[in-house]
């Protein structure tokens, strides 16, 4: 059992997945019987991630015994614009690769566990295997940059390989307007409108997207209920993180 109840820092937390866990975890923290407590989230504009020495101070001042003493950081800041990443992946690399790397080692020298939101991008068809292993070969330049991260937060707690957890999310969706499923609607809508002013209405329209990629989409109250379970039974290590069907 836990001597008292668990603090967390969110970070993203104006992200679609980061926002959905600072909530729920802070109306968690009300119930009597729960084991959460104290829950903060920052963004950008409280810290740049990308900047080693900028988190050092953050976790110095802010994080470490007073006045917060932070137990897990849930770390959701990234940049998920797949289309944007594929085509200059160095303007990206800082905030998925370094960005994490920073937190991973600052959360680790002050002895707070670490939660790291991955992607299942770190895996395709061409992921070979071997006896029941499969080995990752990311899908695109946005799987490669998390897989980077993935072996920064890893080095980051070879010492305390018990204290991080990777977790692998899959066609994430929510009540957001960053959803999949709302920039599929989007993209559908605005190729009607556009196709129906420029022609007349009886015209066929036609939807280009993608048809190359397989994923389970996975709801964020899922993802949060998962993290809280995983928590309070201390698991470490990596986890992929779809939603069963």
């Known amino acids: 059992m836990f001597d008292r109840k668990l603090n967390i820092l969110v970070t993203g937390a104006k992200g679609q997945l980061g926002s959905y866990l600072v909530d729920y975890f802070r109306k968690k923290s009300f119930l ?22 900028k988190v050092a101070d953050f976790f110095n001042k802010n994080v ?10 849930i770390h959701c800041a ?6 944007a990443i594929e085509k200059d992946p160095e303007s990206y690399y800082a905030a998925n690769c370094l960005g994490p790397r920073n937190i991973a080692r600052s959360c680790a020298h002050n002895g707070i566990k670490m939660i790291f939101i991955s992607t299942d ?11 029941t292993k499969i080995y990752e070969f ?5 799987g490669l940059q998390k897989l980077i991260a993935e072996q920064f937060v890893k080095e980051a707690y070879r010492d305390k390989p018990n204290d991080y957890m990777v977790l692998r999310s899959s066609w994430m969706f929510g009540n957001s307007e960053n959803s999949f499923v709302e920039k599929f609607l989007k993209n559908v809508f605005e190729t009607y409108i556009a196709k129906t002013r420029k022609n007349d209405e009886k015209s066929k329209v036609e939807v280009s997207v993608a048809d190359d990629a397989f994923g389970r989409p996975t709801p964020v109250w899922f993802i949060a209920d998962t ?14 993180l779809q939603y069963p069907c």
């Open 32 to 53: 009597k019987k729960s084991r959460i407590g104290k829950v903060f989230g920052i963004d950008v504009e409280d810290l740049d991630i990308r900047d080693a020495g």
């Open 64 to 73: 470490v015994d007073p006045p917060i003493d932070i137990d897990y950081v």
């Open 78 to 83: 990234a940049a998920t614009n797949t289309a």
């Open 121 to 131: 991008y770190v895996l395709s068809e061409r992921s070979p295997i071997f006896g």
């Open 138 to 142: 990311p899908v695109n330049q946005y």
């Open 227 to 240: 993290i809280e379970r995983l928590m309070l039974i201390r698991f470490y290590g990596t986890l992929d």
